[in-house]
T-cell receptor, first 111, second 114 residues
Framework: GENVEQHPSTLSVQEGDSAVIKCTYSDSASNYFPWYKQELGKRPQLIID?????GEKKDQRIAVTLNKTAKHFSLHITETQPEDSAVYFC??????????FGKGTTLSVSS | DTGVSQNPRHKITKRGQNVTFRCDPI?????LYWYRQTLGQGPEFLTY????????KSRLLSDRFSAERPKGSFSTLEIQRTEQGDSAMYLCASSEDVTNEKLFFGSGTQLSVL
């Protein structure tokens, strides 16, 4: 089955800096790669996703890149703000299977 | 409220007791998922349904866990003979169908086994 590894486990940046979180997956058949943000005590919420037929996707300050050959994908947050502080999870799946999550990255943005 | 709804929000039980949780997905969503999350970890997949059919169960899922979705709408997750290691947040999520796989999570049921 699919296995998703996520790095780093914690990340501290200054407000305005960029943050990058990286994930690798094991199943080459996986074709859907979402990212979720979970604030303390709240439910995970989808922030951006990408499919395997696309190499990059951007939504305002957030972007995701995918390298199918290397089986890794990354989340990029530019101009970080204190409200970006949260736990971020990457995930992967193929059609007909369930989403498998990484262990999460705790992002702290200090002002 | 048109989001995913879970009840109860919190459950405290004694070891050995049975517990049941309920999940009401977004109404037009065919797929329903159960995940478990412990502190500092990502959601761990338990099982999922397409309408009323249970399509996949995690190999790690104990026989003490059972889930149903009898009419393809709400779902229940039952844990029999609870153990302290079952203490976790149990998250339900739903998605529209195989062509739209965006998962929407409920707020979860926090289980504490004493």
């Amino acid at each position: 089955g699919e296995n998703v590894e996520q790095h780093p486990s914690t990340l501290s940046v200054q407000e305005g800096d960029s943050a990058v979180i990286k994930c690798t997956y094991s199943d080459s058949a996986s074709n859907y790669f979402p990212w979720y943000k979970q604030e303390l005590g709240k439910r995970p919420q989808l922030i951006i996703d990408i499919r395997s037929n696309v190499g990059e996707k951007k939504d305002q300050r957030i972007a995701v890149t995918l390298n199918k050959t290397a089986k890794h994908f990354s989340l990029h947050i530019t101009e970080t703000q204190p409200e970006d502080s949260a736990v971020y999870f990457c995930a992967a799946k193929q059609a007909g299977t369930a989403l498998i999550f990484g262990k999460g990255t705790t992002l702290s943005v200090s002002s | 409220d048109t989001g995913v709804s879970q009840n109860p929000r919190h459950k405290i039980t004694k070891r050995g007791q049975n517990v049941t949780f309920r999940c009401d997905p977004i109404s037009e969503h065919n797929r329903l998922y159960w995940y478990r999350q412990t502190l500092g970890q990502g959601p761990e997949f338990l099982t999922y349904f397409q309408n009323e059919a249970q399509l996949e169960k995690s190999r790690l899922l104990s026989d003490r866990f059972s889930a149903e979705r009898p009419k393809g709408s709400f779902s229940t997750l039952e844990i029999q003979r609870t153990e302290q290691g079952d203490s976790a947040m149990y998250l339900c999520a739903s998605s529209e169908d195989v062509t739209n796989e965006k998962l929407f999570f409920g707020s979860g049921t926090q289980l504490s086994v004493l």
